[in-house]
């Protein structure tokens, strides 16, 4: 975990509209009877975590996994780790088939709820369903759990009894799906609120700082992402307390898809490799073997390819209603001019107040579109953004200003829901 991404799940959750709806832990619903049979019969089972930076930490993902592994010693339980620092499901519905199903889960978790805390219901639905449905078109047999991560003034939010905005948009997914789900803030807002928690705050280093702790529980360093042996210890707990009411839920056989809950979901969302556009003369395949970039994100981007030369082009045409590219944002990062169709040129900078290292990014050109054919040209920008000035938003400064000076583009992936058309 990069602590610069801390801010970034802060930001998102920092926008949210309280939810009127009953406070329960769990939803057991239709319950994760097909993982659970397997595990039972002590057979191969493979769990799947999809999430931000709170899942990619040494947290709730391996305490669970372990927790599995114990529960059920006959079993062969084994992780699917598909968690991205400082991402939503609007990535996450992309990336799904990639990163997820093509590892044939049997329980799939989905935590977005603090980097999703920003984004507009409408977008949450598109994003959530479109998960559930490719998974389950492609996997049938194959378990879904939601659970609701807290972060920012989502503790606010449930000690006032209510949902936050993201929580209350995902449960609209579960509740037709019959998915269960897990509130894992739902104890941290009650610990909070009867004194026995520090919500935040540094772990203590003196004798006096450990005395005023006393016996409370310390969440976090920053309100974001949990202590192992603090937030992430009451997450596990939750998830445990849970698992008992959902063994008891459903019946073992294929989810079936009902009608959508909303019709415009992303579920054709999917990855087109980089190099099905048409690329300028200038763009360079990366090698694993020698560029440490493409060997660091290989995993998430098997292409990884890089322009930085002013007036480099990549243009495609595709029919559908989305399109966008799943890149990298860093240090020596330029800007892009994006021309969708015959609308006027936007420019979108590759480059922002964290890029002091590299990270996955997105760049989106265009979401719900007419369903038709549209015209995608990109050109790197001849000049680069004021990296100073973007730095100091967040009181950083270039440390090695060699390190920022270029206008590169790295790019892996074009993020289609629609097919490119020749």
């Known amino acids: 975990m990069k602590t610069s991404l801390l801010g970034l799940s802060l930001s998102f959750c920092l926008i949210g509209i309280a939810a009127d709806v009953p406070l329960v832990e769990c939803s057991p619903r239709g319950g994760l009877p097909n993982c659970l049979a397997k595990l039972e019969r002590g057979e191969v089972v493979r769990i799947a975590y999809l999430g931000g930076s709170i899942t990619a930490q040494d947290g ?4 669970t996994l372990k927790w599995f592994q114990e529960q059920y010693p006959k079993a062969q339980v084994s992780e699917i780790n598909a968690a991205i620092g400082g991402t939503g499901s609007d990535l996450g519905v992309f990336r799904l088939r990639q990163d997820v199903l093509a590892h044939q889960p049997d329980l799939l978790f989905v935590e977005f709820a603090v980097n999703d805390g920003g984004a507009p219901p409408e977008q949450i639905y598109r994003c ?15 378990d879904i759990c939601y659970v609701y991560t807290i972060a920012g003034n989502m503790l606010d939010t449930l000690k006032e009894g209510k949902l936050p905005r993201s929580y209350a948009a995902m449960e609209k997914i579960a509740e037709h799906y019959g998915i269960s789900s897990i509130n894992l803030g739902l104890e941290v807002a009650r610990l909070e609120k009867s004194g026995k928690l520090v919500f935040k705050g540094d772990q203590p280093k003196t004798e006096e700082q450990k005395a005023a702790l006393g016996d409370k529980i310390l969440f976090s360093p920053d309100a974001v992402h949990p202590f192992s042996d603090g937030g992430h210890q009451l997450y596990l707990e939750a998830i445990v307390r849970g698992m008992g009411a959902i063994r008891a839920a459903g019946q073992a056989g294929p989810h079936g898809l009902k009608a959508p809950f909303i019709a415009d979901n992303w579920e054709q969302a999917k990855l087109v490799p980089f190099s099905r556009a048409r690329l300028s003369g200038g763009w360079q395949k990366l090698d694993p073997a020698s560029n440490q970039l493409a060997r660091s994100f290989g995993k998430r981007l098997p292409e990884l390819w890089k ?14 209603t989305s399109a966008g590219i799943y890149d990298l944002v860093g240090p020596d990062c330029g800007q892009v001019i994006v021309t969708l169709d015959d609308k006027a040129p ?29 015209t995608v040209r990109l050109e790197l920008h001849p000049d680069q953004p004021d990296k100073a000035k973007i730095l100091s938003q967040r009181s950083e400064k270039m440390d090695n200003p060699k390190r920022f000076d270029d206008r590169a583009w790295y790019a892996g992936a074009l993020m289609l829901i629609g097919d490119l058309a020749e």
């Open 60 to 63: 709730w993902r391996p305490k």
């Open 128 to 142: 959530l369903e479109g998960i559930v449905r490719q998974t389950w078109r492609d996997r049938p047999l194959a």
């Open 307 to 320: 322009a930085n030369q002013p007036g480099e082009t990549l243009e495609f045409k595709f029919r559908g």
């Open 346 to 374: 936007v420019i979108k900078p590759r480059f922002d107040a964290y890029c002091t290292y590299h990270r996955l990014a997105t760049m989106m050109i265009g979401s719900n579109l007419s369903n038709a054919v549209h």
